[in-house]
């Protein structure tokens, strides 16, 4: 399956403004641009190769999706505004994008929403125990076949001018 993302280039200040309009109302998963390579020639958003989220600066081994083998998705399809902004506040949220390295988000099909699994039930499972991003993390159950993505952006950050 051939998939090419559009290009988005925006200072490192403007990232916020720049894609959360974009992404409000989808469900996603980022990978760091050599990564979208192996992705794009296997066909498949893998759980194993994903060793951590790529906007989280560390993800614990004991994070709620991973322990289970499950791909780890951003899902803005209806968190209020003020979720949003917890979520970018406390987890750095959309602050990883830098300029030596490209992110590419892969927007989920919306066919396959019915199949993901809610950061609510991690919270009731694990109250605490286990990592998650309240909010706005969601997972799907084992590996994505590239058919259930609908679109994709490769993002790079530059720097704001002094």
């Known amino acids: 399956m051939n998939i090419t993302p559009k290009k988005i280039e925006c200072e490192h200040s403007e990232i916020e403004q720049v894609m959360l309009p974009l992404l409000r109302g989808r469900v996603f998963h980022v990978t760091k641009e050599e990564n979208f390579e192996d992705i ?83 919270s009731r499972e694990v109250e605490g125990k286990e990592f998650f991003i309240p909010f706005v993390e969601a997972w799907y159950p084992g590996d994505v076949p590239l058919q259930l993505v609908a679109d994709s952006l490769v993002v790079k950050g530059r720097r704001s001018p002094r």
Do not use: M
């Open 40 to 122: 794009r020639r296997s066909g498949w958003i893998y759980s194993k190769q994903q060793a951590r989220l790529a906007f989280t600066p560390s993800q614990p081994e004991n994070s709620y999706g991973c322990k289970r083998g499950w791909v780890s998705l951003y899902d803005l399809s209806d968190p209020t505004d003020a979720e949003i902004k917890e979520a970018l506040i406390r987890y750095w949220f959309l602050r990883t994008i830098r300029h030596e390295s490209p992110q590419v988000y892969l927007v989920v099909a919306e066919s396959a929403w019915s199949s993901l699994i809610s950061w609510k039930r991690a």
